[in-house]
């Protein structure tokens, strides 16, 4: 009883420091522009752009576009460009209350379980008293929020579906707990219930909350059923449903046949099912490098790994394959001895099951750290604050100088962050050979008039991967871009030929034609364009302007006003119809 006034008493300054602190290392983002998927999912996503409130508008921008499983992600961000548009600085505030929101729920989800694990046999040791529960759920928060490898969950403005996931996903886990010690059949099933909706919400964001019936099933045995065995018809409802709920999700998001589906993700891959699985081991080993020792040198937007073709090749594959087993192990042997170590060290592989398994996802990203970051939040804490034979003022010096540094890593790392051409820069000074990180270089360097420097980073990619159509588009463009129209059609070509199927490659291709002054070949892949995508008022306004030049201006004026009716702010579209029809009116007066 006296522990838990004190854990009250304590939690509001705990949870008032962990805000303060994770706003403070934040607040050099609010300007970070949009990098990477934000184009995709966020800027070039038409749904997102609403205006009204509306039951339909809504709909549209949870449902429809790059991720119409995320529906709940997609609705923050719609209801962010509602009130901000594409104002960077309300996104960011966003992702920042996330971060410290989750922050917070660690630690509740960390005193709580500390709770449960001094009330079993053998476990009090490790949590003396209710001073050492604040403080090893106090340093884990700490940690959580202050450490850098977090960065792209929060800074990265798309991956708000990594953290707003997490967030749902802790509420569910902690109503889980908290209605699992009601006595109160009522209050429980309140919980239990909150718990199921924020659990839905969580799926909503991303895909990685389906792990939810696993780690409470889990849960409940290492802290409820003192990891006893034994045959309980209870028992064995609770498991049917947790798996029955797995099979749910699995369903939701595979399909009728998983098999297929996930085959299918290795269609544009290098790499097979096995050569992935065998390389996620050093990817694993890489993130544990990230967290125990997070250098800058070491973190990267994107991280080009080497894969594994054989158990041996490389042979860092198998040390790594016999560092994670170990682990493993060492988390089911001390599973007596030390429940809340054992169980959060376990947290940690779980939450790498979807993403570094055998779905053909890329084969590393720091935001897939953010979830299975509580568990090693919690585990470093607790480790900390129980150091043998050292006195507390050590203790606390040591926990202070670690968030400390934690917090210059992350608000220095967030400096980088600020400028693209920084950020890029910083990719391939770490992986030279990334061709991705050469083309968003070149990228950022054409947006800020660095024109020939662009170029050059694209003939880098080009060096690298000398068949891929995006670096030839971009090259085109950018030729474009600098008047030198010719020029462009051999690189935009190259890229039409190339992705038959792909939007850009072929509008792009129309617009250099048309500059060249090949408005009825222009005209051809206009048409192309607005086959492959019906609603882009770019491809319209191309044919408008491709009939133009043919001398057709009634029928270019219907292509313009059809643009206009796609997308009500196309420039082009408005100033391109209201040149055509004052030549109309003065033709028809000189009549």
Known sequence: MLANRFLRKACFPGILAIALIGALIYSNTLRVPFYFDDQGSIVENRYLRIHNLTWAGLHDAATKGPGPN?????????????????????????????????ACLVFVLCSLTLGLSRRLSGQSRGVPDAGAIFAVSLLAAMIFVAHPVQVPAVTYIVQRMASLATLFYLAAFICYVLGRQQQVAWRRAVLWTAGLCS????????????????????????????????????????????????????????????????QA????????????????????????????IPLPSQFSLLHEITVSRALFEPPATFISLVFVLVLIGLAIGIARRQRFLSFFILWFFAHLLIESSVIGLELAYEHRLYLPGVGVSMVIAWALINLPASPALLKTAIATAIVTALCLLTYTRNTVWRDPIVLWSDVISKYPASFR???????????????????????????????????????GVQLL??????????????????????FAAQLDYAAGLQCA??????????????????????????????????????????????????????????????????RLRRARRSQ
């Open 70 to 102: 995320r529906v709940v992600a997609n609705l923050s961000f719609a209801l962010n460009y509602y009130l901000n548009g594409y104002d960077v600085a309300g996104y960011h505030v966003v992702n920042i209350a996330i971060h410290l929101v989750n």
């Open 517 to 582: 002054g090949k408005p009825r070949t222009a005209l051809v892949y206009y048409r192309k364009a607005a086959r492959l995508n019906p609603h882009a008022a770019a491809a319209e306004n191309g044919i408008g302007e491709s009939l133009s030049s043919l001398g057709r201006p009634e029928l270019a004026i219907s292509h313009y006003r059809k643009a206009l009716a796609l997308d009500p702010t196309h420039t082009g579209a408005r100033r391109n119809l209201s040149q055509t029809l004052a």
């Open 481 to 502: 871009d600098m008047g030198r129209c010719r020029r462009a059609l051999t690189p935009l070509s190259v890229a039409a030929r190339s992705a038959p199927r792909l």
């Open 199 to 262: 659990w839905l919400l969580a799926l909503g964001s991303k895909e990685i909350a389906s792990l939810l019936p696993l780690m409470i099933g889990l849960y409940e045995w290492y802290f409820f059923r003192d990891l006893k065995i034994g045959f309980r018809w209870r028992s064995l409802v609770i498991i049917g449903l947790a798996i029955g709920a797995l099979f749910c999700v699995a369903l939701l998001w595979l399909g009728p046949d998983p098999f297929r589906y996930i």
């Open 265 to 292: 993700t290795y269609i544009h891959r290098d790499f097979s099912i096995g050569q992935r699985l065998l390389t996620e081991f050093r990817v694993i080993a890489m993130y544990l490098g990230l967290i125990f």
């Open 437 to 475: 990180g050469h083309v968003n270089l070149g990228n950022a360097l054409a947006r800020a008039g660095r024109a020939e420097d662009a170029l050059d980073q694209y003939q880098q990619a080009l060096r690298i991967d000398p068949r891929n159509a995006l670096i030839y588009l971009n090259i």
